[in-house]
């Protein structure tokens, strides 16, 4: 029989021949590392018989394919067996694997806690120490309803008897061993494959995700094909939890959540200083290009969303309201806007436009409510009430592409400014189910990509992702531990303008429909602030800093002159506070230290004396003595972007 590899080269096999054999055929280096086939891009055991002129390619360890792999056979074949050992009356559930890492469902009489993960663990090893080989045998829907009725694995069964399926269920043995488990596969041909992991955490987790069924054990871990690399894994997860936003943002007194207002973040003092901040420096650069700030209403008529298109598309993740017979003249049903676009389009609605008046850019700090479900929620990186940067771009399809470079230009300022010297950019390209003529798509995609390549800029081309209206670009930025943040876009759409009547009369004297380009820097203020926090480890620039100088006493007799120093920084607009306290300086500045404050200046006899002040800065172990006048210009001028 013939088989196609991915370089479209025909290798010609037996009858019957396996994955394994192929990698054989094609070399003894290959064989070595193959675990697993793609038949007819479908992933297959290395075991599984090739079909007749079949396309096919060999996944290896050391790939991601590979990886993914070996994850699977880790927790179905060893973290698995590893609780039944341990447990014997347990119940097994699910393995999955999920990013970076597995998971493992059970029901034990005997309670798991985290106390527990080691011994879990090493007996793991001692599993994967057998380098026992894994082979794949077939049941029919009867026969694998028996087996796991036998061993007494409710949850198997139920997965079965709730199955299409009729034959073909794959459960999957080691070398002479009584342990089976379900499993979709692929798996590894050999546990001697695995490399290094570790167990993580452990979760409740009900079955199948409802509230209704029992709860289940849930225990997490992480896999990696060397040592070296689970060690860096490791490394950056223990950073990203010291950087957690969460946790700096109760440690420096910037925000909450609570109960009553799920989703709704409570700005304190110090992080509502950052917000206003942030949004005033977006503002002066908004006003640099020439961008004309706006602001909409909160709560629309559905008439409104239902001619945009969002009602059916977006009505589950609205928030509705609605007025009664009892409190109004008639019945209305209104909902929140999850976005700004369908009433920027109202604005610009009004009175006649012409070409002249192109292009024509509104900004808005809009502020947005979706329904997000309570599981997806995370601090400040996914919220039901929030604030968007948006802006949208009215213009010819001629414009496309010098307001595409402009907004690059703007945007590459902006995340310098913020601390992100570089970006990767995202051209997705038209999907299947659009609107608008190939004619049309052609122009757009062009504009931006024409754009992109004068401006010297690389990027990634993403076929058939883009919005159903019109072709997009994501800027995604990188942060200080190598995570990626997908923040700005700028999309082109040819669609709302029509559908909600914007016009504009060109040079020919008929009417036309803009270009509607919804644009986006930063994305919402308060993820972004949650991506700043994590990124600077809480130590923000001084001109993004709630507090950016305590002045801290050494003894009560500088308290003078304490307050003669904040009038000095305020006069300079500085934001800054005394700390008078009957503390000692040691513990003041630890404080402070854990509040991330930029600057302290401590103050004691001597500095009153020498008309000095001590400062330390944040990062810092030692103090520096200047003189008051020499310091506060220099924070002065430093306090600017």
């Given amino acids: 029989m013939n088989i196609t590899l991915p370089d479209k080269s025909v290798r010609e096999l037996p009858e019957g021949s396996t994955g394994y054999d192929l990698a054989k055929d094609i070399g003894p280096g290959l064989a070595k590392s193959a675990v697993a086939v793609i038949i007819n891009g479908e992933k297959k055991d290395l075991c599984d018989v090739l079909p ?23 927790t179905a074949q060893v973290l698995a067996k590893a609780l039944k050992n341990l447990y014997p009356d347990s119940h097994l559930a699910i393995g999955p694997t999920i990013d970076d890492g597995f998971y493992y469902d059970v029901e034990t009489k005997k309670s798991i806690s985290v106390d527990d993960l080691s011994d879990i663990e090493k007996e793991m090893q001692n599993i994967v120490k057998s380098k026992s080989s894994i082979t794949k045998k077939l049941f029919s829907k009867k026969d694998a309803l028996k087996v796991f009725k036998n061993l007494k694995e409710p949850y198997k069964e139920s997965i079965i008897s709730e199955s299409d399926q009729k034959e073909d269920f794959q459960l999957y043995y080691q070398d002479n061993d009584n342990f089976v488990d379900l499993c979709r596969g692929p798996h590894l041909p050999s546990l001697s494959f695995i490399g290094s992991f570790k167990l993580t955490k452990i979760s409740g987790a009900y079955w199948k995700g409802d509230s209704k069924n029992k709860m289940l054990t849930r225990i997490y871990g992480t896999a990696w094909n060397t040592e070296k690399e689970l060690n860096n894994y490791l490394t950056a997860i223990d950073e990203a939890e010291k950087r957690d936003h969460r946790k700096l943002g109760k440690e420096m007194d910037l925000f909450h959540f609570q109960e009553e207002a799920p989703g709704m973040v409570f700005w304190h003092p110090y992080g509502w200083t950052i917000y206003r901040q942030l949004q005033n420096y977006v503002r002066e650069r908004l006003e640099e290009n020439d961008y004309l700030e706006i602001n909409t209403p909160q709560v629309v008529d559905r008439k409104l969303w239902e001619a945009s298109g969002h009602w059916d598309k977006y009505r589950e993740n609205m928030f509705i309201t609605e007025i009664d017979e009892e409190h109004a003249n008639e019945k209305r049903v ?20 012409s070409y002249r008046d192109l292009p024509l850019r509104y900004a808005e700090f809009g502020s947005c409510h979706r329904y997000e479900p309570s599981g997806t929620m995370h601090g400040l990186m996914r919220v039901r009430g929030f604030t968007q940067d948006d802006g949208h771009i009215f213009c010819t399809e001629e414009q496309i592409e010098s307001e595409t470079a402009n907004f690059i230009k703007l945007l590459s300022r902006v995340y310098s400014d913020l601390g992100f010297k570089s970006f990767d950019i995202k051209f997705s390209t038209r999907p299947e189910v659009r609107v608008g003529s190939d004619e049309v ?26 919005a159903f209206y019109g072709p997009k670009l994501d800027f995604v930025l990188t942060d200080a531990i190598g995570r990626d943040w997908q923040c700005g876009t700028f999309q082109a759409d040819f669609n709302l303008p029509e559908r909600l009547d914007a016009e504009f009369v060109g040079d020919d004297g008929k009417k036309h429909h803009p270009v509607m380009i919804h644009r986006a820097v930063l994305g919402s203020f308060e993820r972004f602030i949650g991506i700043l926090i994590e990124n600077y480890s809480g130590k923000l620039p001084l001109w993004l800093a709630p507090q950016q100088v305590v002045v801290a006493t050494i003894v009560s007799e500088a308290d003078e002159y304490a307050e003669e120093i904040i009038l000095k920084l305020k006069d300079k607009g500085i934001r800054c506070e005394a700390d008078l306290r009957n503390e000692k300086i040691s513990y003041k500045v630890r404080e402070h230290s854990l509040r991330k404050v930029p600057i302290i200046f401590a103050i ?28 506060v210009e220099e924070i002065a001028k430093e306090n600017s972007i």
């Fill in 52 to 74: 007749e002129n079949s396309e096919v390619s060999i996944i290896t360890i050391d790939s991601d394919d590979g990886l993914e792999i070996m994850r699977h056979t880790l």
């Fill in 334 to 353: 209104n909902a929140l806007k999850p976005m700004n676009c369908p009433c920027h389009v109202q604005i610009y609605n009004q009175g006649i436009k």
């Fill in 604 to 631: 004691g006899k001597k500095e009153i004396e020498e008309n000095t002040v001590s400062v330390r800065r944040i990062g810092t172990k030692d103090s520096v003595t200047k003189s008051l006048a020499e310091v």
């Fill in 441 to 466: 798509w052609d122009k757009a995609e062009t504009a931006l990509e024409s754009a992109i390549k004068k401006l010297g800029h690389p990027y990634e081309v993403v076929e058939g992702d883009g």
